[in-house]
Structures are given as C-alpha cells and as structure tokens.
C-alpha cells in the first residue's frame, strides 16, 4: 500500500504557481519522498525527489517539512501541458530490498487558461 | 541520451496467444522494474530485476507471466496464454542502482490488447 495521502483533485490557473501538497507522516528516516507525474497515458515522468532539505530543478521545486511528515511539490508557473496526475511516492523498502516505488491514486492537478 | 525503449508500442493478440514485451533500459541501467496499468486504475508494481537475477516478484500472477533480464539485451516480459483481462499498458522503467537516491525513469509502455 502507498504510504502516502493526497487530494485526489486540484485546480490551478495557467501562469500561477501549483502547490500540490503531501503527507507522509510514517515515513522513516532513511526514505526518499519522490514526484512522479502522468500525462495521459505516458509513462510516469520523474519530476524530483528529496530526502530532508528542499530540492529544486529544471521542473519544479520540493519543499519538506523539518519533522518529514509532508511536502509540497511546487510547479511555479503552470502551463496547460502541466495538467496530469501527480504520483507523491515514500520510496519502499521490503524485505530483500527491493527499492520499488509504490504508486497511490495520485492528484489529478488540471491547468485551466 | 536515449531514456527507456519499450516495444512494441502496440501489441495485439488473440485469446490463448502469447505476448513478449522488450524494455532496453537507459544506458549504464542495469537495474529494471516493469509495472502494470489496468485500463482506468493506477500503476501496480510487478517485478524488480537486475541483470540476469529476479530480485523481486511479488506484484506478479503466479501463472502465465514471465521476466527476464539477461546479461546481454533487453528485459522480456512473457505472457503466456493471454486473455482478456491481460489488456493493459505495460511499463518498464530502468535505474542506475538501487540506491533510495537513484530515480527510476519510465518508458512510454507497451499497450497490449486481447481479442
């Protein structure tokens, strides 16, 4: 099971920022939060990842709560070609050590004009 | 710098046929995972695979399907004696190592179709 919480929908102006919010409140201290979008029916798209301090790249930006109970992915200026559903990911460690990524329902995040 | 090949991008099969899905990883990958996407559902997880060794089969039906990963060419996914509710995309995706800090990036998937 994802071991992470997301609204299931969001809404967001094109041109604005989209702050797409995250819990994870049992992750453990040596697990990666990682974003991961689809468009359509594409293959996931990896957007960025982070242990405990804020990342940015090209895409977006991710900021992390101090005690890493949640985070915030941030697009900061959304385009029509943004709208997709955005996949917030406790990367999993099971026996044997399978570093898999579990994928929840995601937030389907639409750019309107 | 090519990302994750998968092909075919379109397979079609009948009822009891079977279907071999290629993934080539990105270059320098040697780690490969493929997962699968029923029509309106979400991403389930199905095998992690290193170079000739299953590391982890777990989200795999125990009958009919198959992977492989050899120590030269591309990870095979094997359906055997397929139906209709294989019909789903498939997605491979590829890491440098299976460190928590190595992402893995997806290809665009395999879409299969049973008639």
């Known amino acids: 099971d994802a071991k992470t919480t997301q609204p299931t929908s969001m809404d967001c102006a094109e041109g604005r920022a989209a702050n797409l919010p995250c819990n994870h409140s049992t992750i453990s201290g040596n697990e990666y939060v990682y974003w991961y979008r689809q468009i359509h029916s594409q293959g996931p798209q990896y957007i960025i990842h982070g242990l405990k301090n804020n990342e940015t790249n090209e895409m977006a930006s991710l900021i992390i709560t101090e005690d890493r109970k949640s985070s915030t992915l941030i697009l900061p200026h959304a385009t029509l070609r943004d709208t997709a559903v955005y996949y917030c990911?406790?990367?999993?460690?099971?026996?044997?050590?399978?570093?898999?990524?579990?994928f929840g329902k995601g937030t389907k995040l639409t750019v309107n004009p | 710098n090519a990302g994750v090949m998968q092909n075919p991008r379109h397979l079609v099969r009948r009822r009891g046929q079977e279907a071999r899905l290629r993934c080539s990883p990105m270059k320098g990958h040697s780690h490969v995972y493929w997962y699968r996407q029923l029509p309106e559902e979400g991403l389930k997880f199905m095998v992690y695979?290193?170079?000739?060794?299953?590391?982890?089969e777990s989200g795999m039906p125990k009958e009919r399907f198959s992977a492989e990963f050899p120590k030269e060419g591309p990870s095979i996914l094997r359906i055997q004696q397929v139906v209709r509710g294989d019909s789903a995309a498939y997605f491979c995706?590829?890491?440098?190592?299976?460190?928590?800090?190595?992402?893995?990036?997806f290809g665009n998937g395999t879409r299969l179709t049973v008639t």
């Open positions: 990911i406790v990367r999993d460690r099971t026996q044997g050590g399978s570093e898999k990524l579990v």
């Open positions: 995706a590829s890491s440098l190592d299976s460190s928590y800090n190595s992402p893995l990036h």
């Open positions: 695979l290193q170079k000739e060794n299953i590391i982890d």
